[in-house]
């Protein structure tokens, strides 16, 4: 049996197929496109665009600096 994938991965891989289908009218390219999203995703390979989806991703999730605000309101309210 073939490498099985997760249900989120499922419905990701159903949405871009109608993605491309609607996308590009051509059968053929429809079909590569198509090809390479499956080794995209089972060959591991990353793509310029997912490279960029990841480091984007990445600056998002850096947690954002206290400001002296409420370092000082903290120690007002632990000191009264």
Do not use: C, W
């Not at 059968?27 to 665009?49: A, C, F, H, P, R």
């Amino acid at each position: 049996m073939e490498n099985k994938l997760s249900n989120s991965s499922r419905k990701f891989v159903r949405s871009e197929k109608a993605r491309i289908r609607h996308q590009f009218f051509d059968v053929k390219k429809q079909k590569e496109m198509i090809d390479n999203l499956y080794k995209s995703l089972l060959g591991g390979e990353k793509t310029e665009l997912q490279k960029t989806e990841i480091k984007a991703k990445a600056v998002e999730k850096k947690p954002a600096k206290k400001s002296a605000k409420t370092v000082k309101s903290k120690k007002a309210k632990t000191k009264a």
